[in-house]
Structures are given as structure tokens and as C-alpha cells.
């Protein structure tokens, strides 16, 4: 793998997010976390940390981990192998060659989709493993939980 896709751990404990993503990751895991733990699938975390193989941490902005991931045991705090589905927004810090770099790590640990959000253009782009991408309607719905849906709108509301 790419070095520089290596997360250490102390670069992770210095990342810092802006209050409007924050809630903006909260509204996500808010409109996410209630059907799912109502049906037991899983659970929806903000900057879990995740160990992808021998060298590479990521800590998605937001994660949706299935129940049966998270039951196995986990090293030293980070959750063994990606999340079913890893969130990130797009931002100076994170930018497009980031992002593409973590969604190829993320698909090659087993996710089933990434979704990245553009909050300037209030746009989610849901991505999957084969190379698919599509643009996010309102609600976002999720090939993962079938179930659910996320408002969009909620999502980027001030």
C-alpha cells in the first residue's frame, strides 16, 4: 500500500474537525443510528478508528460497522478491517486525491460502499467497490441498510 495513506495514531488524536461538520456528522449518525440499532445491524460511529492491514489506520468522519464486525475483538481501540460503509467530507484537508486514496483502502479492507460529501455543492456521492458511483437523492438511500434512508436535506441544513 501507498505510504502515504499510512494513519498513524498520533495524527489521528491531533485531527481536528470544524463545528459544522461535526454536526453535520451528527445529523448523519442521528437520521443512521436510530433505524439501525432498532433492527440490531450494526452501530454508527464519528471518527472510529480502523486498522486496514499490517501499516494503514483510518478514521473515517463518520462509519456504519455491522454488528457482526464488531463483535470480534478489536486491537489496542481500532476496529480490525473497514467499516460497511465509511463517510468522509470533502474539505481543504481532505482533498479529492486524499479522499480517492482512502475510498481504494477502504474497498481493498472490505467495505461496501463510501460515500463522500460535498458540502459546499450539498451533494453525497455513494461509491462502491466495482467502480460504480452514483449522485445521492433525497433521502440517501443504501444498498448496505435496505431499510433505512437518510434525509439529504437534513443533512446540510444550518
Known sequence: ??????????????????????????????????????????????????????????????????TAHLEKAQPRGYIEGAPAIAIEVASESNTPSKLERKQKLFFAYGSKEVWTVFPETNEIRVSMPDGRSRVAGDPIETDVLTACSVPLSATFAN
Open 1 to 66: 500500500m501507498d505510504s502515504s495513506t499510512n494513519f498513524s495514531k498520533e495524527s489521528a488524536s491531533r485531527c481536528r474537525r470544524p463545528i459544522s461538520d461535526t454536526t453535520r456528522f451528527r445529523t448523519i449518525c442521528s437520521e443512521l443510528c436510530s433505524p439501525t440499532s432498532q433492527q440490531k445491524l450494526g452501530d454508527v460511529r464519528i471518527e472510529a478508528g480502523f486498522k486496514l492491514g499490517a501499516n494503514n489506520w483510518l478514521q473515517p468522519d463518520v462509519s456504519f460497522i455491522r
